[in-house]
């Protein structure tokens, strides 16, 4: 586990508190900020983790990105301070295998792919640059840093707002 692997650049949507359930209930640890959060739980009233290869278009509410940690306990609820996101907001975090963009020429071989998140075993949480995915996953790479080997993603269809319009996408 590591705090800050994912941030919002720009284009957030505000702070709020998201509900969580107890771990017992959940079967979730507790949030630490950097990771991002999705709708679910019971009822879908709830924040969980996202988890790899995720979040994906038609599927998943991708909420945001926990800004404070989760304050439930094995029994008791809580709540995870969440920068919402949607449409316009762009997030940043570490290139899954930072060998693949840490050239001006490997970036660009992967502008506007369409990728997802990378979670490890250990809840660290990265960029999959090179997943290769079509457009039925959450994220599309709009920039990096190849010095830092950071990725830069924008928001899909995937989002608590929903869809700007209904476009077909495509690798």
């Given amino acids: 586990m590591s705090r800050g692997d994912i941030k919002v650049v720009s284009g957030g949507y505000g702070n709020r508190n998201i509900d969580t359930d107890d771990r017992n209930t959940s079967g ?3 949030f630490l900020s ?3 959060v999705k709708r679910g739980g019971t ?3 709830f924040g969980i983790a996202v988890e790899n290869g995720e979040p994906e ?6 909420l945001g ?5 989760d304050t439930s306990t094995a029994t008791v609820d809580g709540v995870v301070r969440v920068t919402l996101v949607g449409h316009g907001t762009i997030l940043e975090g570490d290139a899954t295998t930072s060998a693949s963009i840490d050239t001006a020429s490997e970036l660009l071989g992967l502008m506007l792919d369409f990728v997802a998140f990378d979670v490890s075993a250990t809840s660290v949480w990265t960029v999959d640059e090179d997943q290769a995915a079509t457009g039925n996953v959450g994220l599309n790479i709009v920039g990096g840093d190849i010095i830092r080997t950071r990725v830069f993603v924008s928001v899909g ?3 608590l707002f929903g869809s700007i319009r209904n476009p077909v996408q495509t690798a």
């Fill in 28 to 30: 979730q640890r507790a």
């Fill in 34 to 36: 950097g990771e991002c």
């Fill in 43 to 45: 009822g879908n009233n």
């Fill in 57 to 62: 278009n038609g599927t998943d509410v991708f």
């Fill in 65 to 69: 990105v926990v800004q404070a940690d």
């Fill in 157 to 159: 269809a995937c989002n």
